[in-house]
Nanobody
Framework: VQLQAYGGGLVQAGDSLRLSCIAQKTRLGSYGVAWFRQAPGEERNFVARISRSGGSTYYADSVKGRFTISRDNAKNTVYLEIHTLKPEDTAVYYC?????????????????WGQGTLVTVSS
């Protein structure tokens, strides 16, 4: 499974952004997909996950209400919309795929990772 994450950039606090995770050479609909983020000097932390069909979503408490994960299996793509961006959202955002139906939030449960896309939020 090859994943590519893109859509990051330099934005201002209060802006919105949509990140995309595209799968190459595989049917992404066979995988649950999660987004994680890693701020400078910190561990990689779970952000959100969506089930294989898109019928179930799960969010870290810290992002509930501002982040929305969705998917379009016909386009082999999972999205992460981030609203009302804050400087503390600054991080490299990674997408990851997991073939199991369990709503895993731990990095070690995901065997396939994209390369990450940097989001920088200026105040």
């Amino acid at each position: 499974v090859q994943l590519q994450a893109y859509g990051g950039g330099l934005v201002q606090a209060g802006d919105s952004l949509r990140l995309s995770c595209i799968a190459q050479k595989t049917r992404l609909g066979s995988y649950g997909v999660a987004w994680f983020r890693q701020a400078p000097g910190e561990e990689r932390n779970f952000v959100a996950r969506i089930s294989r069909s898109g019928g179930s979503t799960y969010y870290a408490d810290s992002v509930k209400g501002r982040f929305t994960i969705s998917r379009d299996n016909a386009k082999n793509t999972v999205y992460l919309e981030i609203h009302t961006l804050k400087p503390e959202d600054t991080a490299v955002y990674y997408c990851a795929a997991d073939p199991t139906p369990v709503a895993n939030t731990r990095t070690e449960r995901y065997g396939y990772w994209g390369q990450g896309t940097l989001v920088t939020v200026s105040s």
